[in-house]
């Protein structure tokens, strides 16, 4: 029994460290389009974009404290994120098409694996961090609605 309570544990921890490290790739990304962005909507995506990047940051840091608070370790440096995380750090969109395309496309796997998250959270009772990921969605869920509404 002990040792089933340790190996779920550690699922939690991985799937939690997964999505701190999508993150931070996402974090980097959002910062790469803010800099590069450039068109007619340069001056609508260069502010969304940071403040994409600056949710994404918090988004991370509350990941990572969660994880602290559970007895986790989180992941905490570059090799390690583009290791466990499950979107790409990407480089090659220079269309702000382009750009916002990805971000949906990562918001949407983030959303996916969220859900996993919670539910290995809510058959360990961990409710919080269940609840953590539930507004993380609602979050993402809003913004996937309004950068597709920005490709429509």
Same mark, same amino acid.
């Given at each position: 029994? /002990? ?9 939690? !921890?991985?799937?939690?460290? #997964? ?11 959002? @910062? ?5 962005? /450039? ?6 995506? @260069?502010?969304?974009? !940071? ?7 918090? #988004?991370? +840091? #509350?990941?990572? !404290? ?6 986790? @370790? ?11 995380? *499950?979107? *790409?750090? =990407?480089? *090659?969109?220079?269309?702000? *098409? ?20 919670? =539910? ?5 009772? +961990?409710?919080?961090?269940? +609840? ?6 609602? +979050?993402?869920? /809003? ?10």
């Amino acid at each position: 029994m /002990k040792q089933d309570v340790k190996k779920e544990s550690a699922v939690i !921890e991985n799937s939690m460290n #997964t999505q701190l490290s999508n993150w931070f790739l996402l974090y980097s990304k959002l @910062h790469r389009f803010h800099w590069y962005v /450039k068109g007619p909507h340069f001056f609508t995506l @260069h502010e969304k974009f !940071e403040e994409l990047y600056n949710q994404a940051a918090e #988004t991370a +840091d #509350t990941i990572a !404290e969660r994880l602290l608070a559970i007895g986790g @370790h989180p992941a905490a440096t570059l090799s390690e994120y583009l290791k466990q995380a *499950s979107i *790409s750090d =990407g480089g *090659s969109e220079t269309a702000a *098409s382009e750009m916002v395309k990805t971000l949906v496309d990562d918001y949407k796997q983030i959303s996916s694996e969220s859900k996993f998250v919670i =539910g290995l959270a809510e058959e360990n009772n +961990d409710h919080a961090t269940a +609840d953590l990921f539930v507004g993380l969605i609602e +979050d993402i869920e /809003k913004q996937v609605w309004m950068l597709s509404s920005f490709l429509d």
